[in-house]
């Protein structure tokens, strides 16, 4: 009989589940909150409370989508953490009862391993050792993956993560949360005329708090002078927000690849979603002669998939969890 393992991915504002039959996707289904368009950010409150009411929905469709049996299941697989608290104890409570109910075993799996796993979704994923820079909304990593089970933390944010600065500046602006898809559509559309500083943090690590800062100077200075501001060069200051984006990550990726020896190379999480990040990978590639693996956008963002191949790894390892087992808001990695 195939490993059959239910995934179940509840971390932040999205209710995701899917089946993963011997390592391959059966199922991924993913419910996309609405709820905190208008907020410029996730409410967990409201995040909580819309996973209540989505994840039974959300299961059910992942198991029929499959097409196997409850009775055919062999683990239930929950993000543990990291995360918002009141959304993960939702998939984490739930998935204890389903694995109780049908007396199979729990695996508890850290959400940004997932994103890392992500890669191993389709055939031809990564040769290790690899680099993946991981960059959501809550964290932007440079990891150094060594095998499916083994991987280490070579840099980090200090303060805020990539898709955060992509959010706050949508914030400022005046679009919709999550501002990081719509900021790469204007961009697309302008120049990236303005100049805003690159960080300068030791090693391998980020900042951004200081492009927030930079950049809410910038439009308190200009609107000061011109009230339409904004409106009138929307698409340019997304361009240069964006490119000073990724300009920062790329040079700690490159800076990475340099000091490690290491030229396989992987992007994961929400950003690796953008345009212009996707397409600077593929011309450093070029350039310099690396291995790149670019996510297809289904597993960019969060979803259950990416959480049910890294339990299918722990599977094999017979790495179980106990009923025991706490969602934990600051899992360590
Ligand atoms: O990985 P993810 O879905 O959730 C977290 O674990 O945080 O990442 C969400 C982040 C948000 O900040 C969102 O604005 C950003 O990914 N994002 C993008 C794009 N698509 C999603 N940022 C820039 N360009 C995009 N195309
Ligand atoms: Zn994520």
Redesign the pocket.
């Given at each position: 009989m195939p490993i059959n393992i239910l995934a179940i991915e509840s971390?932040?504002d999205?209710t995701s589940a899917s089946i993963i039959s011997d390592g391959r996707v059966l199922s991924n289904i993913v419910s996309v909150q609405t709820a905190h368009a208008d907020y410029g950010g996730v409410i967990p409150e409201l995040a909580s409370r819309e996973h209540q009411l989505h994840i039974v929905p959300v299961v059910d469709q992942a198991i029929e989508k499959a097409g196997i049996k409850k009775s055919e299941l062999s683990a239930i697989a929950f993000t543990r953490g990291p995360g918002l608290l009141g959304s993960l104890i939702v998939g984490v409570s739930f998935a204890k009862s389903m694995a109780m109910s049908l007396d199979i075993p729990l695996i508890d799996v850290h959400?940004m391993h997932a994103?890392v796993m992500a890669h191993f979704a389709v055939e031809d994923g990564p040769i290790f050792p690899f680099l993946c820079l991981t960059v959501?909304?809550?964290?932007t990593q440079i990891i150094k993956v060594t095998d499916y089970n083994t991987m280490e933390i070579l840099g980090q944010t200090m303060d805020d993560?990539a898709?955060?600065a992509?959010?706050k500046t949508g914030k400022m602006l005046g679009l919709p949360y999550?501002?990081?898809?719509i900021?790469?559509k204007y961009a697309q559309q302008g120049e990236a005329k303005f100049e805003f500083p690159i960080s300068k943090i030791d090693e391998l690590n980020f900042s951004f708090s200081g492009l927030k800062t930079a950049i809410l100077y910038f439009l308190r200075d200009n609107v000061k002078k011109d009230s339409d501001f904004i409106n009138k060069e929307l698409n340019n200051i997304c361009a240069s927000v964006?490119k000073t984006i990724v300009d920062t990550l790329m040079i700690k990726l490159i800076k990475a690849s340099e000091m490690t020896g290491i030229t396989s190379i992987a992007i994961a999480?929400?950003?690796s979603?953008?345009?212009e990040?996707r397409q600077r990978l593929i011309d450093e590639s070029q350039s310099r002669g690396w291995s790149h693996y670019i996510p297809d956008f289904e597993y960019?963002?969060?979803n259950a998939a990416m959480i049910g191949i890294s339990a299918y790894y722990k599977y094999l390892n017979k790495e179980f969890c106990g009923q025991d087992v706490k969602a934990e808001a600051r899992l360590v990695f």
């Open positions: 971390s932040c999205d959400h994103h959501s909304g809550g964290h993560a898709g955060e992509f959010d999550p501002a990081g898809p900021i790469d964006q999480g929400g950003v979603a953008n345009s990040m960019c963002r969060d």
